[in-house]
Nanobody, 122 residues
Framework: QVQLVESGGGLVQAGGSLRLSCAAS????????MGWYRQAPGKQRELVAT???????NYADSVKGRFTISRDNGKNTVYLQMNSLKPEDTAVYYC????????????????GGQGTQVTVSS
């Protein structure tokens, strides 16, 4: 089993910054792509950013230039640095990881965290 635990959410004023962390624990061969998603009240979950094990990144247009995703493979942790936050960034942020196990070395399993609330006040 794999657990993903997010932290770093909170309440911040518009224009402020937050840094989210997501640490993976358990027994696995490696973590491949990791990412952040968010879901605002009454809206569908949307992709925020992803990062491959090699460090290639992808961002939603709405966060480009403001958010930065990074990872520390030694700590099995992915981060999301969020700057210039806007009220429309208010959502529950979830991390996701593609996990490869020793007994299934050719297949990635999807795991997600419980989410952390980010609230941006105007």
């Amino acid at each position: 089993q794999v657990q993903l635990v997010e932290s770093g959410g909170g309440l911040v004023q518009a224009g402020g910054s937050l840094r989210l962390s997501c640490a993976a624990s358990g027994t696995f061969l490696r973590l491949n792509a990791m990412g952040w998603y968010r879901q605002a009240p009454g809206k569908q979950r949307e992709l925020v950013a992803t990062i491959t094990s090699g460090g290639s990144t992808n961002y939603a247009d709405s966060v480009k230039g403001r958010f930065t995703i990074s990872r520390d493979n030694g700590k099995n942790t992915v981060y999301l640095q969020m700057n210039s936050l806007k009220p429309e960034d208010t959502a529950v942020y979830y991390c996701n990881a593609k996990v490869r196990f020793y007994d299934a070395p050719l297949y990635d399993y999807d795991y997600g965290g419980q989410g952390t609330q980010v609230t941006v006040s105007s």
